[in-house]
């Protein structure tokens, strides 16, 4: 059974610097694929980046590039999401996602990820 648990949302100021973490349990290792998505009230989930676990390629929207860093830690099978710089419209809730197998096309669209966290509360305001 797959099994994704999300932490270290929080409420901070426009600026600062936060650190999600997804740790992942029942996941192949193989040509595995995990990324966040962000979530706002009545809109869709949105890409924010994703890693290819077997290669490392890692894939970012337009609007988190060279602010946020997709990494993960092996040893304990856990993704993260380092987001600097925030700023007011990256409040959501962050979902982090995993699926397998995905092609370049299919990795920003989040129909294409079986499995999902239950999200962690992200809110940046002054």
């Known amino acids: 059974q797959v099994q994704l648990v999300e932490s270290g949302g929080g409420l901070v100021q426009p600026g600062d610097s936060l650190r999600l973490s997804c740790v992942a349990s029942g996941l192949a290792f193989s040509d595995r694929v995990m990324g966040w998505f962000r979530q706002t009230p009545g809109k869709e989930r949105q890409f924010v980046a994703a890693r290819r676990w077997a290669t490392g390629a890692t894939y970012y929207s337009d609007s988190v590039k060279g602010r946020f860093t997709i990494s993960r830690d092996d040893a304990k099978n856990t993704l993260y999401l380092q987001m600097n710089g925030l700023k007011p419209e990256d409040t959501g809730d962050y979902y982090c996602?995993?699926?397998?197998?995905?092609?370049?096309?299919?990795?920003?669209?989040?129909?294409?990820?079986?499995?999902w966290g239950q999200g962690t509360q992200v809110a940046v305001s002054s």
């Open positions: 996602a995993a699926a397998y197998r995905l092609i370049l096309s299919t990795i920003r669209t989040s129909s294409s990820y079986n499995y």
